[in-house]
């Protein structure tokens, strides 16, 4: 089956969705479309043909404090900057019907390609930093080089380190 990555739309078709995770399920269901339209983020779709709703990324902005940084990273930045820029990838969830086939990582690597670009041209950005949700969110992101930051629980990934995957961009 074919998927695409799109920003959420009213006729995506969201009532369906299970992740398994019910505070993921009622996200994209009852307050995706608010935040968007709030501006809180921006929600981004992995839709089939037929626009259902198969898996989902949010980002925003965000900072954390330097302090809170590993320190081959921090030390770049300058003492007068308590906290640093940062893009905050919120939720990222694949429905059970497709658990296996890649699409989580697929989702993954288009929000690390669009939170880069911005961060080139757009918004000043130093990494980005997820909120994972339990144990199995931690070792997915544990597997594409997020480190844990244990003072927050918070995981970060330099754009440094993100640049390299996209040296095109």
Do not use: W
């Amino acid at each position: 089956m074919n998927y695409k990555i799109t920003l959420l739309e009213k006729k995506h078709h969201r009532k369906d969705f299970d992740c398994g995770k019910e505070l993921l399920n009622k996200y994209i269901k009852l307050q995706a479309k608010q935040d968007v339209k709030k501006k809180l983020s921006v929600c981004f779709a992995l839709v089939d043909k037929e626009n259902i709703v198969k898996g989902y990324y949010t980002l925003s902005n965000s900072s954390i404090p330097q302090i809170e940084v590993p320190k081959e990273f921090s030390r770049k930045f300058p003492n007068s900057y308590s906290n640093i820029p940062v893009t905050l990838l919120g939720r990222l969830a694949i429905d059970k019907s497709i658990f296996g086939q890649g699409q989580g990582e697929y989702l993954l690597i288009d929000a690390l390609k669009e939170s880069y670009k911005v961060s080139k041209k757009v918004i000043g950005s130093v990494a980005i930093i997820v909120d994972p949700i339990d144990d199995e969110a931690i070792s997915f992101y544990k597997k594409y080089d997020f480190i844990l930051l244990p003072k927050s629980g918070k995981m970060f990934l330099p754009m440094n380190i993100i640049s390299q995957l996209f040296p095109n961009i």
